[in-house]
């Protein structure tokens, strides 16, 4: 009997740490199934840089090279989840290259979802980077971007593959997920002084943490290069995770198979 206590302790136990991972809050795949590059307004997105924040398509989005391509992306074939545009195929990644946008900072957001933080918390927020060079070679990487109460922040941290894609060809095998941990601690986020239009500089790391409330927009921003060499720069796959929650069937379960262990051996 008391080996039989010993099974149904250790099995309880097991259930109580298991936890069920609730959905993917966000999912946006960037998918593209033209023919040719694509304005990130296709998928619900916008896109400005520079320090007067010009708009992704001023003077069309091939002089500055600034949209969503219809290269091969990774991961292929997810599908969106909360992103609007549902499009679940293995085609399509953000990226900038050539000279004009990518070669300045730039932001790259949505707003067309709000995150409830009191109801979905975060965990993490991760992308998947396969630039030409890595930040060593001038090419930096990205700052998760959001927006609370009107006003915008970026991770001080700053997401990149180590190893460069040469081409985007590669992205598919080369691309690397990097990953934010959520924490609304002021040492982990610097003011972002972003008007659409007007103006796109980043601030500095905050002195109280960052606010409560509902993020209202959220994406990407990427600093100036400060290199030489290529100015090429791809993302695909932004993605935000909730906290996992415990299940309460499984804690039950697990509870009343306890129980019933118990008794067993106080029969005994």
Same mark, same amino acid.
């Given at each position: 009997?008391?080996?039989?206590?010993?099974?149904?302790?250790?099995?309880?136990?097991? #259930?109580?740490?298991?936890?069920?991972?609730?959905?993917?809050?966000?999912?946006? !795949?960037?998918?593209?199934?033209?023919?040719?590059?694509?304005?990130?307004?296709? !998928?619900? %997105?916008?896109?400005? /840089?520079?320090?007067?924040?010009?708009?992704?398509?001023?003077?069309?989005? #091939?002089?500055?090279?600034?949209?969503?391509?219809?290269?091969?992306?990774?991961?292929?074939?997810?599908?969106?989840?909360?992103?609007?545009?549902?499009?679940?195929?293995?085609?399509?990644?953000?990226?900038?290259?050539?000279?004009?946008?990518?070669?300045?900072? %730039?932001?790259?957001?949505?707003?067309?979802?709000?995150?409830?933080?009191?109801?979905?918390?975060?965990?993490?927020?991760?992308?998947?980077?396969?630039?030409?060079?890595?930040?060593?070679?001038?090419?930096?990487?990205?700052?998760?971007?959001?927006?609370?109460?009107?006003? %915008?922040?970026?991770? !001080?941290?700053?997401?990149?593959?180590?190893?460069?894609?040469?081409?985007?060809?590669?992205?598919?095998?080369?691309?690397?997920?990097?990953?934010?941990? %959520?924490?609304?601690?002021?040492?982990? /986020?610097?003011?972002?002084?972003?008007?659409?239009?007007?103006? #796109?500089?980043?601030?500095?790391?905050?002195?109280?943490? #960052?606010?409560?409330?509902?993020?209202?927009?959220?994406?990407?921003?990427?600093?100036?290069?400060?290199?030489?060499?290529?100015?090429?720069?791809?993302?695909?796959?932004?993605?935000?995770?909730?906290?996992?929650?415990?299940?309460?069937?499984?804690?039950?379960?697990?509870?009343?198979?306890?129980?019933?262990?118990?008794?067993?051996?106080?029969?005994?």
């Amino acid at each position: 009997m008391k080996r039989t206590l010993l099974v149904t302790a250790f099995v309880g136990a097991t #259930l109580l740490s298991m936890q069920v991972t609730q959905a993917q809050i966000y999912r946006e !795949v960037f998918g593209n199934n033209t023919a040719g590059n694509n304005l990130l307004s296709t !998928v619900g %997105w916008s896109g400005a /840089w520079g320090a007067a924040a010009t708009d992704e398509a001023a003077g069309g989005m #091939l002089a500055n090279n600034f949209g969503v391509s219809s290269a091969l992306g990774s991961p292929q074939n997810l599908g969106n989840i909360n992103a609007g545009v549902e499009l679940s195929q293995p085609n399509g990644l953000l990226f900038t290259s050539g000279g004009t946008a990518a070669t300045m900072n %730039w932001i790259a957001y949505t707003t067309g979802y709000t995150v409830d933080t009191t109801a979905n918390p975060i965990q993490d927020i991760s992308i998947y980077a396969g630039s030409a060079n890595n930040a060593i070679s001038g090419i930096p990487g990205f700052r998760i971007a959001v927006q609370i109460g009107g006003n %915008w922040y970026a991770s !001080v941290a700053v997401l990149a593959n180590t190893v460069a894609v040469s081409s985007i060809a590669n992205f598919p095998t080369g691309a690397q997920k990097v990953t934010f941990n %959520w924490t609304t601690a002021a040492s982990a /986020w610097d003011s972002l002084n972003f008007t659409p239009g007007t103006t #796109l500089a980043l601030g500095s790391t905050l002195v109280s943490d #960052l606010p409560a409330g509902n993020i209202t927009a959220f994406g990407l921003y990427s600093d100036t290069v400060t290199g030489t060499g290529g100015a090429t720069r791809r993302v695909d796959t932004f993605q935000i995770d909730p906290v996992p929650e415990p299940s309460s069937v499984v804690l039950v379960l697990s509870g009343v198979g306890m129980l019933m262990g118990l008794r067993r051996a106080r029969k005994a």
